[in-house]
């Protein structure tokens, strides 16, 4: 089982940066692969990033690619994300999320964050 909290959003004008984190509780983080995904008002929730259990591979949207990075610290049972160059459709409620990497990936993961607000002002 894995419990997982995300912080660090809120409202930053178009450019910025934020940087997003996931606190994981659970001895087992450092087996799960670990993703963020976002959900904007009125859409559907889509993929951001994943990384994998060693952080050795990481994956991403093509909207975000190039902008976002995702990394984890095992040994503080932490996933991030750092968001820059940031852009007024990047506002969206974003959650953390753990599981095996198929999954993580494909959207279904089991384990859930409550989720953080990014507002991306223009």
């Known amino acids: 089982q894995v419990q997982l909290v995300e912080s660090g959003g809120g409202l930053v004008q178009a450019g910025g940066s934020l940087r997003l984190s996931c606190a994981a509780s659970?001895?087992?983080?450092?087996?799960?692969?670990m993703g963020w995904f976002r959900q904007a008002p009125g859409k559907e929730r889509e993929f951001v990033a994943a990384i994998s259990w060693s952080g050795g591979s990481t994956y991403y949207a093509d909207s975000v690619k190039g902008r976002f990075t995702i990394s984890r610290d095992n040994a503080k049972n932490t996933v991030y994300l750092q968001m820059n160059s940031l852009k007024p459709e990047d506002t969206a409620v974003y959650y953390c999320?753990?599981?095996?990497?198929?999954?993580?990936?494909?959207?279904?993961?089991?384990?859930w964050g409550q989720g953080t607000q990014v507002t991306v002002s223009s």
């Open positions: 999320a753990a599981d095996r990497p198929a999954l993580v990936v494909a959207g279904n993961p089991d384990y």
């Open positions: 659970g001895r087992t983080f450092s087996s799960y692969a």
